[in-house]
């Protein structure tokens, strides 16, 4: 069973349009989302909080075993600290960290009981260096990034694989209200990243079993 969380619409579709290369594999996919999904082939889509632990529990209890747990619901704020809130700041974390934390946890009391498992955290390169003006955003990657290593060397002796993929500029719906000339140009690879390209890396590392505690950037050599 291949687990996916995510938070809107756009973001599922983009990986189902990939899922195909899941499913041929034999996985079961899920996808956690925050409202009422699309029905879209072969992907079961359940509406959670992953920021709720009841929620949460509900959905592991419903979905059963978990080989693989991809985190990648986030939320994402532009805005000068002096402007942000902390409802801004509780809103950011409670999706970017807690709900990677309760969801990890859930799906590692199984993955425990079985001695395998892998678990692929999305982070962003802005977790990595800090991005002006979206530091909430850039502390909660940053974050998942600390999660990742230690509980990675936490679960490593139990033969569970714990990585991160840190996305770079990625042409989403996320980036849209940029200027898209300016937003290639910072990347020396030219062009912006895709949501197949960063699938892909998520996919590699859920199918790694010795590859354990690592960052993976997919941005274009930015980082």
Not at 8 to 19: D, E, L, M, T, V
Not at 43 to 72: H, K, S
Not at 79 to 100: F, H, S, W
Not at 186 to 214: F, I, K, N, W
Request: hydrophobic letters at 40%.
């Amino acid at each position: 069973m291949y687990e996916t969380s995510f938070n809107n619409r756009r973001r599922y579709r983009h990986w189902c349009g990939y899922g195909a290369g899941v499913l041929e594999r034999g996985y079961r996919v899920f996808v956690t989302v925050h409202q009422t999904a699309a029905e879209l082939p072969g992907v079961t889509a359940i509406p959670c909080d992953i920021t709720d632990p009841a929620d949460v529990e509900r959905l592991f209890a419903a979905v059963g075993t978990v080989d693989v747990l991809v985190n990648n619901a986030g939320i994402s704020l532009i805005r000068q600290i002096q402007d942000t809130t902390p409802e801004d700041y509780d809103a950011l974390m409670g999706v970017n960290c807690k709900g990677v934390f309760l969801c990890s946890r859930a799906a590692a009391v199984d993955m425990l009981r079985r001695h395998s498992g892998a678990i692929v955290n999305v982070s962003s390169m802005w977790g990595q260096v800090g991005a002006s003006c979206e530091t909430v955003y850039s502390m909660s990657k940053a974050g998942v990034i600390g999660f990742t290593r230690a509980l990675a060397q936490e679960l490593a002796p139990e033969g569970i694989a714990v990585n991160c993929v840190a996305p770079g500029i990625i042409d989403t719906r996320m980036n849209a209200c940029f200027d898209r000339a300016e937003l290639e140009a910072e990347v020396p690879m030219g062009r912006l990243g895709t949501p197949r390209e960063v699938a892909e890396a998520v996919l590699y590392l859920a199918e790694s079993p010795y590859v354990t505690g690592q960052v993976l950037g997919v941005n274009g050599g930015v980082v």
